[in-house]
């Protein structure tokens, strides 16, 4: 049973950084595509950040050039390194991991991933 659990969420202030964590459990990061995505309150879940098997990296728009998606897989974990936080990107952050033979996507889309973290609360406050 796949068991994803995120860590490093929180409340900051603008300009500040956080990273988030992804702890797999009954899943094995290195060589999978994985992603985070983020839901704001009364919108839509939407793909920030994504890595395949390979180790290519994607980064939706939102958040482009303040993102970094990193696997370490001596500790089966999945981060996001969030930096120049701003109060729109306050949201609750999911981590989100495609089966094994989806192993090359490289992708931002919600529906090409199978397993799902509970996610964690980003505040981030002017």
């Known amino acids: 049973q796949v068991q994803l659990v995120e860590s490093g969420g929180g409340s900051v202030q603008a300009g500040g950084s956080l990273r988030l964590s992804c702890a797999a459990i009954g899943y094995t990061v290195r060589g999978r595509s994985m992603g985070w995505f983020r839901q704001a309150p009364g919108k839509g879940r939407g793909g920030v950040a994504a890595?395949?098997?390979?180790?290519?990296?994607d980064y939706g728009d939102s958040m482009k050039g303040r993102l970094t998606i990193s696997k370490d897989a001596a500790k089966n974990t999945l981060y996001l390194q969030m930096n120049s936080l701003q109060p729109e990107d306050t949201a609750m952050y999911y981590c989100?991991?495609?089966?094994?033979?989806?192993?090359?996507?490289?992708?931002?889309?919600?529906?090409?991933?199978?397993?799902w973290g509970q996610g964690t609360q980003v505040t981030v406050s002017s």
């Open positions: 989100a991991a495609a089966d094994e033979r989806w192993w090359y996507r490289l992708t931002l889309n919600e529906n090409e991933y199978n397993y």
């Open positions: 890595i395949n098997g390979p180790g290519r990296t």
